[in-house]
């Protein structure tokens, strides 16, 4: 069966590329001013526990383009999705569109993370106090409410 796409999910890929492109180019152009020493990671509090060459973080836009790759490829495919309920010729179109939405969702959520730490890495500072907290309930509250839209459309 395919699903169709909606708007949402057109607009939220588009601006996933969007974001994937422009990091990608910031780094390319920015790469000479970032310095050779930069924080690679930070405890729950945002504070710098780690630091690393300039090199390393290159890791972080190639797994947010592998994350979105991967997750691409999965949508394509909702035949292996865990539904976490009975899907049936009645409720299918209603529960894969639902769960579309939480990839959809989840892409962007994970490309805004990954691309926000590429830009803030070379700053050589602390992550914001409240980082982890947006970041845990940006991607706990987004399988809330899709798989709570699942459970209401089963």
Known sequence: MKIRR????MILN?????LLIGITLWLTIFWDRIPDQVPMHYDFAGNINRWGKKSEML???VMAWLLYLLLTVIERFP???NTGVTVTE????RVYTSLLHLISTMKFIIVC???WLTVQTP??????????IVVLLAVFGNMG???GKVYKNK
Do not use: A, H, Q, Y
């Open 6 to 9: 909606g708007k949402l999910d």
């Open 14 to 18: 588009l601006l996933c590329l969007i």
């Open 59 to 61: 890791l972080l836009p």
């Open 79 to 81: 035949k292996i999705w």
């Open 90 to 93: 009645e409720n299918r179109e």
């Open 113 to 115: 993370i990954f691309t």
């Open 123 to 132: 700053l050589g500072i602390s992550l914001p106090g409240w980082f982890m």
């Open 145 to 147: 409410f899709w798989l």
